[in-house]
């Protein structure tokens, strides 16, 4: 769905499609494309979804744009908790391991200098594989390419190089990852 004005879901109830509650949105973050996937959200789990659908996850539970069917009192999904929860409990590969999302969620990110670039918050599927991940630029960058600090860019699954010492390393550099987003976003 697209949304308009992102900011006004903040505290706003979110159900599955059959009425579900799972949680509240906390947050908004810009995306590389307004278009597709659009924004994305942080949702506060609730008690009975995070104990019961997320392993008791206290991180925010990312969405995006499309995962929104319709906007009113609350936020409405297009999908069951049951399919919100199949990428949660996901094991994510990082070159040649494995981590858990939970783990994967909130965990920063260093290009192959070892330059930090930003935080994994969010993904983007499609039939059931990771299509893209979410980085939260580090705001160093942020300030330095005049990007809006909850600023979203796409980074490849393939580019994952190693996962360690709860970080995560791509092989890729700055000037390569951003050359890879000049083709993928609107700045």
């Not at 879901?9 to 810009?30: F, R």
């Not at 494995?98 to 599927?125: H, M």
């Not at 990852?177 to 993928?184: A, F, G, I, M, V």
Request: proline content about 5%.
């Amino acid at each position: 769905m697209k949304i308009n004005n992102p900011e006004n879901l903040v505290g706003k109830a979110v159900v599955d499609t059959n009425g579900k509650t799972v949680g509240v949105i906390d947050k908004t973050y810009n995306s590389w494309s307004q278009d597709w996937p659009g924004y994305f959200f942080g949702i506060k789990l609730n008690t009975d979804a995070r104990n019961q659908y997320f392993r008791g996850t206290t991180k925010l539970l990312p969405i995006y744009s499309a995962y929104i069917r319709e906007v009113g009192e609350r936020v409405n999904l297009h999908m069951t908790i049951d399919v919100l929860c199949s990428f949660w409990n996901k094991a994510v590969a990082c070159g040649q391991t494995t981590c858990p999302t939970d783990e994967f969620i909130e965990t920063p990110v260093f290009d192959k200098t070892n330059s930090r670039i930003g935080t994994i918050l969010s993904w983007v599927e499609q039939e059931g594989t990771y299509k893209n991940y979410g980085l939260l630029l580090d705001p160093f960058l942020c300030n330095q390419w005049k990007l809006p600090y909850n600023t979203i860019m796409p980074l490849d699954p393939n580019y994952l190089a190693d996962y360690k010492n709860h970080t995560i390393c791509v092989d890729k550099t700055l000037d390569q990852l951003r050359e890879y987003w000049k083709h993928h976003q609107e700045f």
